[in-house]
């Protein structure tokens, strides 16, 4: 008989609709149209449980947001509500607002509707060892997207430590929305740098005075609706001691989701992502050290068809280091001499789990680092995974940890002589640390690369 529709907005939000009902004819659609914009002072939408800086790991449950503790994300962002009075009596129902668009081989697709800044701002790398003693220049890549629909102009600039130079500041100018602009600034540590933590942060400033300093990032993938989170534009720097041998040449091939190359890049290590062509046909020789990513035998099939001339490499007298893999790994005997994993497999879940030294002749404990208890301190999520369970007796361990009320695991750094070079197996989580500035980390991966017979003594 009759049908309305409105939409519900927060404070946030200015404009909508609560029209009068209208009469419905029979096999016919009523439309309607509902305009809101923003607040001037509207927050950026991200889960509630990331509106306050985390504890450690740890989120925050704010208590502006108590009706929303528990849920996924947080009440969305609009509402429309029908009302549909039929025989006298009246049929309620509300949903949430959505952004709908055709994808061509998806079909239709939903999203959120969210508040985005008028600037988005992010910054690469968002953590970084930063070696003491170091004068050569770090550079920092920020990225501007504009989102609003009119034109802005201002100035983007990083804001660095006390004592500490800032780069210049660069201007931007964006004439339509979802433009986006690189900029890359170099910034070098005042000399007397302390170990410790830094932060250095990327902030856009307007014409207006108006300040941006977060990014969005958004999380899609076609099992799940995609979701935003927003992140400060903040790098993390651990200024910390790091020794690294004198390499030349060091070849990587990368794994899964595998940052590790990049963080080794930022210290100063000469990293070569290796591809398929060079495994099949170039001269690995002319690296000091190969080392394969996590999972790198499940994701790169060219290192699958060409280990051989990898183990080959490592015979000649190469230096070869096997970050963690899975099953796969084990089932190809992939490895120059047998070593098996555990189903389910042994892995050390507690980051502060002791370390104890098995072999402390090893010189993956002393040189050009000397490793120390300090070096397992302030690991994340972690000590590590896919642990070897057995292995050959040409294999000798490094290094022993467990879980609390488990058995020791000694299967976390293996190292064995292969031909004239040197074979490492570790499942030790680099992958997690070295991205995320551990300094210990760093330290031990820079002994392991030390292992490579072709440095000088």
């Known amino acids: 008989e009759s049908l309305g529709v409105a939409v519900r907005a ?33 927050s950026v ?46 049929i309620a129902a509300s949903s949430e607002v959505a952004f709908s668009f055709n994808d061509q081989a998806a079909g239709e697709r939903r999203r959120p509707v969210m508040v985005v800044p008028r600037i988005d701002v992010k910054i690469d790398p968002d953590t970084a060892l930063w070696v003491l003693g170091s004068r050569a220049p770090r550079h920092f890549q920020v990225t501007l997207t504009h989102g609003g629909r009119d034109s802005t102009r201002g100035r983007v600039r990083l804001e660095v430590p006390g004592g500490w130079t800032a780069p210049a500041p660069q201007a931007f100018a964006f004439v339509r929305e979802n433009e986006t602009a690189l900029f ?17 942060r990327a902030v856009a400033e307007d014409e207006r005075g108006q300040r941006y300093d977060v990014g969005v990032f958004t999380v899609d993938y076609p099992h799940i609706r995609a979701r935003s989170y927003t992140a400060p534009a903040e790098a993390r720097i651990v200024a910390a001691p790091l020794a690294l041998p004198r390499l030349a040449h060091v070849g990587y091939i990368r794994g899964a989701a595998d940052r590790v190359p990049d963080a080794l890049l930022g210290v100063g290590v000469p990293v070569t992502l290796l591809d398929a062509a060079t495994l099949a046909r170039g001269d690995l020789s002319a690296f000091d050290a190969i080392v394969v990513g996590p999972r790198a035998y499940e994701t790169d099939t060219a290192l699958v068809a060409h280990n051989d001339r990898l183990l080959a490499y490592g015979r000649s007298g190469g230096l070869v280091i096997v970050q963690y893999q899975q099953y796969q790994f084990i089932r190809g005997g992939y490895a120059p001499l047998s070593l098996t994993i555990a189903s389910p497999h042994d892995r050390v879940t507690d980051e502060t789990a002791p370390v104890h030294i098995v072999d402390s002749t090893s010189a993956a404990l002393q040189r050009p680092n000397a490793i120390g208890a300090d070096d397992w301190a302030g690991w994340v999520q972690e000590r ?44 030790l989580a680099f992958f997690r640390q070295l991205p995320a500035g551990v300094p210990g980390a760093y330290r031990l991966f820079a002994n392991l690369l030390a292992l490579s017979r072709k440095l000088s003594p």
């Not at 947080?74 to 429309?80: I, K, M």
């Not at 070098?188 to 932060?199: K, S």
Request: hydrophobic share 35%; no cysteine; net charge negative.
């Open 10 to 42: 927060s404070e946030e939000w200015a404009g909508g609709t609560a029209g009068e009902p209208a009469a419905v004819a029979p096999r016919t659609v009523l439309r309607g149209r509902a305009s809101l914009t923003p607040a001037p002072n509207a």
């Open 45 to 90: 939408t991200t889960p509630y449980f990331l509106a306050e800086p985390r504890n450690g790991s740890m989120y925050r449950w704010p208590r502006f947001a108590m009706r929303e503790w528990g849920t996924p994300f947080g009440a969305p962002a609009l509402v429309s509500e029908l009302r549909a009075g039929v025989l006298g009596g009246e």
């Open 184 to 200: 890359e600034f170099a910034v070098t540590a005042p000399a007397g740098l302390r170990p410790g933590p830094l932060d250095i």
């Open 384 to 427: 590590g995974l896919y642990f070897a369970n057995t292995w050959d007796p040409g294999y000798r361990p490094v290094i022993e940890s467990h879980d609390p009320g488990e058995g020791p695991e000694r299967g976390g750094l293996l190292i064995a002589p292969l031909g004239r070079g040197t074979y490492v197996y570790t499942g």
